[in-house]
């Protein structure tokens, strides 16, 4: 049957605890394995870019976020969009961040200086959106290549997630162009529960639960895929 709107969308995700972003599988695995100009495999009203907040997956993107508090969304996953839920997250963060929290990765070479900097903006705030990020970064057009990497770099490394959007407004108070994505702390998004939960798993137990998963998902998944996808 597949999927035929938001709910439907949802409930397989959790189903899978992660998922690549819609449209590219990744050679993982993906809720949504059709892109926006492709039709899907199967009958039904999903369609890209239509605004119609039930049966476009565009829409859906943010509409985990806003709606639900049991997963994230950020670029997680070779460097681009996936999901992950609650459930499933701390394996993440015990693959990845292995109980080292940025000071001490930064000490070990392990984050950039311009990451260090774009994270310590949120000690003094819980959220920002990209657009205040950059000023008080004082980054222009030339650094913009340098800002994106590292704030890739946070969310892969699960320091910094997505946590909706605001939207751009003039000084009278009227909005203006492309709504700004705004991010979060992994810490501020998910809560205690979540790190106490990654603390009590290791590395190679949460690697190993992870690939057993994949494998659920896709039993023609590559190792040396799911390696990079773990990592």
């Known amino acids: 049957m597949g999927i035929q709107n938001f709910d439907d969308f949802y409930k397989e995700l959790k189903q899978a605890g992660f998922s690549a972003g819609m449209g590219n ?11 926006w100009n492709e039709l899907p495999p199967y009958e ?16 859906w993107r943010m ?8 997963v994230a969304y950020a ?47 949120f000690t ?14 004082g980054s222009g057009k030339d650094d913009k290549a340098r800002f994106d990497r ?12 997505m946590s909706g959007r605001r939207s751009r407004v003039t ?5 203006y162009g492309w709504a700004s994505t705004v991010f979060t702390t992994t810490e501020h998004f998910w809560g205690e529960e979540v790190f106490t939960a990654a603390a009590a798993i290791g590395k190679e137990e949460a690697a190993a639960a992870i690939t057993e998963q994949v494998y659920r998902l ?4 590559e190792a040396k895929r799911i390696v990079k996808f773990i990592g």
């Open 44 to 59: 039904t009203e999903v369609r890209w870019h239509t605004g119609v907040a039930k049966t476009d997956p565009w829409e």
């Open 63 to 70: 509409r985990v976020l806003d709606e639900k508090d049991d």
């Open 124 to 137: 003094v705030t819980d959220r920002l959106p990209v657009d205040e990020m950059k000023r008080l970064m």
């Open 75 to 121: 670029k997680i996953f070779f460097k681009k969009s996936g999901f992950i839920t609650k459930e499933w997250y701390p394996y993440f963060l015990a693959a990845r961040r292995e109980g080292m929290d940025l000071e001490a990765e930064y000490r070990e070479g392990r984050i950039s200086a311009y990451a260090r900097q774009i994270y310590d903006l």
């Open 150 to 161: 590292a704030l890739v770099e946070l969310q892969m490394k699960l320091y910094l997630t």
């Open 171 to 175: 000084n009278d108070g009227q909005e």
């Open 25 to 35: 599988a990744e050679g993982i695995y993906s809720v949504i394995p059709f892109g």
């Open 218 to 221: 896709n039993p023609d998944a």
